[in-house]
C-alpha cells in the first residue's frame, strides 16, 4: 500500500513539473510573438483610435511598421478608407501595399480581409462622401474605391458588396437602365448567382415595365425558380402579403416548404423584417401548418430579440397562446423569455401563465 502511494505521488510530481514547463513555454512564447510584433499592435491601437487620430500620424505609423513587419491586408485596406474618407490619397496606399507583397496570395481569394471589412470600408468612404460632398459624387467615390479593390485583389466579386453598392447607387438618383448597366459591369466576373443584387435591383423598379427590363438581364445570371421566388420576396417586402396569398390561392400553387425557408433565411440575412412580418400576419391566409409557423414565428423572435424590440416579442406570445398545439412553439416561447430575461425586464405574462408555460418549466 505504501509503495502504491509512492508510485503515486511520484508520478504526480512528474506531471505538476510538466504543466509547469508548459505553461512557461507558452508564456515565453506569447511574450516573444508580443516582442515581434509590437509595432503591429501599436498600429493596431492607432486604427483603434481612427476616429480621432490625425491621418498624417495614422499614415506615419502605418509607414514605420511596414518596414518593420509584414502588414495584414485587412489594415491596408482600412486605412486606405480612412484616407478615402479624409479626401486623402486611398488608391496610392492600396497600390504601394501590394507593390510590396505582390498579390499571388490574393489571387486564390486568400487575402486576410474579410467580406464584412470590405463592407465596412465601403459604408466608411460613402458616409464620409454624403457629409461632405453630394450623392452622386460620394457614389463615385465609393465605386471608384471598389474598383481598386477588385483590381489589386483585396477582394473578389461578392453578392453583398454589389448590393451595397447598388444601394448606394440607388440612394444617389440611378435610374434602372443606370442600375443594368452598372449591375452587367460588376457581375461579369461573379462565381455565384446574385440574389440579394437582385432583390434590391427588382424593388427599385417603379413599373411593371421596368420590372421586365429588369428580369431580362438578370435572368442570364439567376435561375428562373429563384427569380421567381424573388418576385414573392419583393411582394412581402412592399407589404403586399394579402395580395401575393390570394394570387397564391387563385393558381393553386401555395408555398413550398423549402420556399418558405428560402423567403425566411433570405429575410433573417437580409435583415427584412417587414417580410417576415408579412408572412407572420398573414399565416392563415398563406395557409401555412404548424411547421411553416415555426418556422416565421422563430426567425421573427430572434430578430426581435437582437434588437430589443419587446413590443414584438409580445406580440408573438400573444400569437403563440392561441394557436391549437402550443408544444409545437416551445422553441420561440423559450426564446422570448430568454430575451426577456438578458434585457432584465419581466417576460410577458402569456410566456408564463399558460397552461404550457408551467407544464414546460415543471420537466
Not at 189 to 202: H, R, V, Y
Not at 275 to 294: N, R
Request: aromatic fraction near 10%; hydrophobic fraction near 35%; glycine fraction near 2%.
Amino acid at each position: 500500500m505504501l509503495k502504491t502511494q509512492e508510485i503515486l505521488r511520484s508520478q504526480l510530481r512528474v506531471y505538476l513539473r510538466f504543466v509547469v514547463a508548459t505553461r512557461d513555454f507558452k508564456s515565453q512564447r506569447i511574450e516573444s510573438q508580443a516582442s515581434t510584433n509590437e509595432p503591429l499592435y501599436k498600429l493596431k491601437e492607432i486604427l483603434a483610435r481612427a476616429n480621432v487620430e490625425e491621418f498624417n500620424n495614422l499614415k506615419k505609423a502605418y509607414e514605420e511598421t511596414s518596414k518593420l513587419t509584414a502588414i495584414p491586408d485587412w489594415i491596408t485596406v482600412k486605412l486606405a478608407s480612412i484616407a478615402m474618407s479624409r479626401q486623402q490619397n486611398g488608391e496610392k496606399i492600396l497600390v504601394g501595399h501590394w507593390q510590396m507583397t505582390g498579390s499571388d496570395k490574393r489571387i486564390d481569394h486568400q487575402s486576410d480581409v474579410t467580406k464584412e471589412q470590405i463592407a465596412a470600408a465601403l459604408a466608411r468612404v460613402w458616409q464620409a462622401g454624403c457629409t461632405q460632398f453630394d450623392d452622386q459624387r460620394s457614389f463615385h467615390a465609393v465605386l471608384n474605391f471598389y474598383n481598386q479593390l477588385r483590381r489589386l485583389k483585396f477582394t473578389p466579386i461578392r453578392d453583398t458588396h454589389v448590393a451595397q453598392l447598388i444601394q448606394y447607387a440607388i440612394k444617389s438618383g440611378y435610374t434602372t437602365n443606370a442600375l443594368l448597366e452598372l449591375y452587367r459591369d460588376l457581375s461579369q466576373s461573379a462565381e455565384k448567382p446574385m440574389a440579394k443584387t437582385t432583390f434590391f435591383i427588382l424593388n427599385s423598379a417603379k413599373s411593371e415595365k421596368e420590372i421586365q427590363e429588369i428580369k431580362e438581364v438578370v435572368a442570364k445570371k439567376i435561375s428562373s425558380s429563384t427569380l421567381s421566388l424573388l418576385d414573392k420576396f419583393v411582394a412581402l417586402d412592399r407589404g403586399k402579403g394579402p395580395s401575393l396569398a390570394d394570387e397564391l390561392n387563385r393558381l393553386n400553387d401555395p408555398l413550398k416548404s423549402d420556399q418558405l425557408q428560402q423567403l425566411v433565411f433570405w429575410a433573417s440575412k437580409w435583415k427584412r423584417n417587414n417580410v417576415l412580418e408579412e408572412l407572420f400576419e398573414y399565416a392563415q391566409l398563406f395557409g401555412f401548418d404548424s411547421f411553416s409557423k415555426v418556422l416565421v414565428y422563430n426567425a421573427l423572435v430572434l430578430s426581435y430579440g437582437k434588437s430589443s424590440n419587446t413590443e414584438g416579442l409580445r406580440r408573438i406570445a400573444k400569437r403563440i397562446v392561441k394557436e391549437d398545439d402550443r408544444r409545437e412553439f416551445s422553441v420561440a416561447l423559450s426564446r422570448i423569455r430568454h430575451f426577456y430575461k438578458c434585457m432584465n425586464k419581466q417576460p410577458p405574462e402569456e410566456t408564463i401563465n399558460s397552461k404550457f408555460a408551467h407544464s414546460e418549466k415543471n420537466k
